[in-house]
């Protein structure tokens, strides 16, 4: 909605995740965790790392909002993979940092890249 109304532009299409080999299930759960933390600290770095880019306020608000939802996400995963005796980058909490970490687009990129069906 953000995209359509001020700028009545259409969105790019949502990209497809492949995951390869790594089948979602209980016999796994800590691989499937582990994937997801790193791209959620992907998202989470694009999102604050395009913030500063955007000049459109309501665009703005809108990656705000969203780096901030993706950051609740990394925190969520981080807590199950520890829950589940695993370790996570940094210290061993579920808020494994005082300040998120910002990437460029082209850091972005490469980080889901593997992830994304062609």
């Known amino acids: 909605d953000t995209i359509r109304g001020p700028?009545?532009?259409m969105p790019v299409a949502r990209p497809q995740f492949?995951?390869?080999e790594l089948q979602f299930?209980?016999?796994n759960r800590?691989?499937?965790l582990e994937t997801l933390v790193a791209l959620e600290t992907a998202f989470t770095g694009a999102y604050l790392g395009a913030i500063p880019l955007i000049?459109?306020?309501a665009v703005l608000s809108a990656a705000a909002s969203i780096a901030m939802n993706e950051e609740a996400h990394l925190a969520i995963l981080r807590d199950a993979v520890l829950s589940l005796g695993g370790r996570v980058e940094g210290p061993q909490t579920?808020?494994?940092?005082?300040f998120a970490v910002s990437i460029t687009p082209q850091q972005a990129t490469q980080a889901v890249q593997g992830f994304i069906r062609k």
Request: aromatic share 10%; no cysteine.
């Open 7 to 9: 700028f009545g532009a």
């Open 94 to 98: 579920p808020v494994g940092r005082a």
């Open 30 to 32: 800590l691989k499937v």
């Open 25 to 27: 299930n209980s016999a």
């Open 55 to 57: 000049q459109n306020k």
């Open 18 to 20: 492949t995951y390869g």
